[in-house]
């Protein structure tokens, strides 16, 4: 997430980068001469605007609007007007429409939602059914009951938490968290550790998550360690050459081949290559990383001697057809000559051609090639580059 200031606002203008999402995504804020929030625009389309911000003589909310998006449709799921007495909230009222609250503030009742004990402490909170909350003499909450249901919790003398008990039924969770120090235990289980900066789920593999407070220490955003796989494959095979078309540059600008003697994924019938020569480079990719990520590369390839005066006439047949065949019938580039096609349907055959002959080692080198750059797309001077050999089959491999 990015911020950018001006002298006379906060943060104006938040944006942030979504790998489900292509575009980068933007919140243009707005504030009051008191620095209060008074609206925000999502892109251009109004998904997620919030509007009709204001604020009473205290400096309390008194309206706010909210947009979500409904199918690729703009709706409003939020008309919220706000109630107090003095400075204590008394009341929310939500005026969207019925069908497009989903996601919206939950308005669970009509008239007073909320109500104080003689300290000022909430007891009740009608929205959330909780029908009554009890504090201690330390004024920390004792127990927090939702009708029959309820979460009770116990203190040290220091006030220091020490259990959370849920009691309930209805699908309400009846277990009991017992709080060691910085580690949390349900029932005899190691569930996360806390520290100073967040918390370790232990339960998940040892997930880290960091928390991102505010000035006053409020938590503002959870940063997840969440590793997430993402494969992106040039096949070549029709089926496909939309979809890549739209992930490699260059994807078109080479030659393609319909052979299986050159197939490597076998993900169609016939099984498509690409073909490079006079040193021609393939397709093409940028990918944007971050610190902690790992990226794998990996390209197959396959070499024919067509100097090799001891290859087998068939295989020379295919050979010429690389060259440039006759337009008629399907094969390389379009076309292959009749020679090549008797041997076409033979797959087992075609494998022995490359390992059935004097094999030629001395294969002219390709290449794997990868560049790094900086954010600023200034190219980084490091090692680039992996070289493709040979293997006892005549095929070329290479990974990074």
Request: net charge negative; hydrophobic share 30%.
């Amino acid at each position: 997430m990015e911020g950018e200031l001006s002298p006379r606002s906060y943060f104006p203008i938040i944006t942030w980068d979504d790998p489900a999402c292509p575009a980068r995504r933007v919140n243009i804020c707005s504030f009051n001469i008191a620095k209060r929030l008074t609206g925000s625009t999502w892109n251009s389309d109004g998904n997620f605007n919030e509007s009709h911000i204001s604020y009473s003589a205290n400096g309390n909310i008194t309206a706010l609007r909210r947009n979500r998006d409904n199918g690729g449709t703009v709706v409003q799921m939020d008309q919220l007007t706000y109630t107090y007495t003095g400075n204590q909230l008394t009341a929310v009222a939500d005026a969207a429409p019925a069908a497009h609250k989903a996601g919206g503030f939950n308005d669970g009742n009509t008239g007073t939602d909320y109500s104080y004990n003689d300290n000022g402490y909430l007891k009740e909170d009608k929205n959330k059914g909780i029908t009554e909350i009890t504090y201690t003499r330390q004024d920390l909450p004792a127990q927090i009951n939702f009708g029959t249901n309820n979460i009770k919790y116990t203190y040290s003398a220091g006030g220091g938490l020490m259990t959370v008990t849920y009691t309930g039924t209805n699908g309400f969770p009846n277990r009991t968290h017992q709080y060691v120090g910085e580690l949390v235990f349900e029932g005899t289980t190691l569930k996360e550790i806390r520290h100073e900066y967040g918390r370790v789920l232990a339960d998940a593999g040892n997930r880290y998550q960091y928390y991102l407070t505010d000035h006053l220490g409020n938590t503002r955003v959870v940063l997840q360690e969440d590793p997430a796989h993402f494969t992106v494959s040039a096949t070549f095979e029709p089926d496909n050459l939309e979809t890549e078309s739209m992930q490699f540059m260059d994807y078109g600008e080479a030659p393609h081949i319909a052979s299986s003697l050159f197939d490597h994924t076998g993900t169609s019938e016939t099984g498509y290559a690409l073909r490079l020569t006079n040193g021609e480079t393939g397709p093409s990719r940028s990918v944007a990383v971050l610190p902690g990520d790992t990226v794998r590369m990996e390209v197959f390839a396959k070499y024919l001697d067509l100097g090799n005066k001891k290859t087998d006439p068939a295989l020379m047949a295919i050979a010429m057809a690389l060259a440039g065949g006759s337009s008629g019938g399907m094969g390389i580039d379009g076309g292959i000559i009749p020679q090549a096609q008797r041997v076409a349907t033979e797959n087992s055959s075609l494998a022995d051609l490359l390992t059935g002959k004097q094999q030629n080692n001395e294969a002219p080198p390709a290449y794997l090639n990868y560049l790094f750059f900086d954010k600023e797309m200034n190219y980084i001077p490091i090692a680039n580059g992996r070289r493709l050999y040979p293997d006892d089959r005549g095929s070329l491999r290479g990974w990074v």
